[in-house]
């Protein structure tokens, strides 16, 4: 975190942008860390994701609007992880009933086991994921997003895609107290107090894009033979394999001939690299502030 006058400072300079061209045109020239943008990669990402404009005067609202839904979300789906002794039945809790809150509460509590394994390793050479407060998060909002996307459910990797995230929001993040109000948009934008609110916003936005990656195919198709069958045979595969085959028999071939090539004379399985690249989002490939 950070104090209120570096944020407002630095809040400062997105009058020097009228755009949201204009701000990608500087970022792709000289990265989040420019003069013009430092301090605000977090607002860039919420411009980009969330707001879709520059026009400041919507952002208040729809921020507030995110914000007001996670938090309902949270009330609802960790009531009872949070207050067991609040589920109301009759029901004996060794019930094995579909029917039983109790069953659904242990089913709660396994997905919750599967989704900490993965935070419990998370960064290990950073200390703030070693954090118990910075785990929570984690943990709270991969599975309220998990209990909202039952056709995917958890997989391993989407801690890598939401840590940064999470990195990101709260560095910029300010504990506004109680005295500000959300008159002064700056304040209402990096208040700490909704670090986790945003970062569950930012993570289903880039999961609208990212989660085809995590899909399987059902039950009735059949995985392709070969590396190199027939195209058609691609709609039994699972979204990431057909586009991991795209790149690899498609664009590879015409973009470097030469290692496409050399890839395909040594047996070298597209699968084994790229199935991570694509899946993180290339989040291993670049130093970790990149």
């Not at 009058?15 to 020239?29: A, G, N, S």
């Amino acid at each position: 975190m950070r104090s209120l006058g570096e944020a407002q400072k630095c809040w400062a300079q997105l009058d020097d942008f009228t755009t949201l061209d204009h701000v990608r045109t500087y970022i792709k020239e000289h990265g989040t860390a420019g003069p013009s943008l430092s301090g605000l990669r977090s607002v860039c990402w919420k411009a980009f994701l969330l707001f879709n404009s520059l026009d400041r005067d919507t952002w208040s609202s729809t921020l507030q609007s995110s914000r007001t839904a996670y938090q309902s979300l949270r009330e609802h789906l960790l009531k009872y992880i949070e207050n067991p002794n609040e589920v109301e039945t009759a029901v004996d809790p060794l019930s094995e009933s579909e029917e039983s809150p109790w069953v659904a509460l242990r089913k709660d509590e396994e997905l919750r086991n599967e989704i900490y394994q993965d935070v419990e390793r998370c960064m290990p050479e950073n200390l703030y994921f070693r954090q118990p407060s910075t785990s929570t998060m984690l943990l709270d909002i991969l599975f309220i997003f998990c209990k909202l996307s039952p056709d995917i459910g958890y997989k391993q990797g989407m801690h890598e895609i939401l840590a940064p995230i999470l990195w990101v929001v709260e560095r910029d993040a300010v504990d506004c107290g109680e005295e500000h109000g959300n008159e002064d948009l700056a304040i209402l934008m990096f208040d700490a107090k909704f670090v986790e609110h945003d970062c569950f916003t930012l993570f289903g936005l880039i999961m609208q894009g990212a989660r085809s990656f995590y899909e399987v195919p059902g039950a009735d198709a059949k995985p392709t033979a070969g590396l190199r069958s027939p195209k058609v045979s691609r709609s039994l595969d699972s979204p990431l394999i057909v586009r991991i085959k795209r790149v690899y028999e498609d664009y590879l071939p015409l973009v470097d001939p030469r290692l496409a090539e050399h890839l395909s004379t040594g047996d070298v399985v597209p699968q084994l690299f790229m199935m991570k690249w694509l899946r993180l989002l290339f989040g291993r490939e670049f130093p970790f502030d990149s």
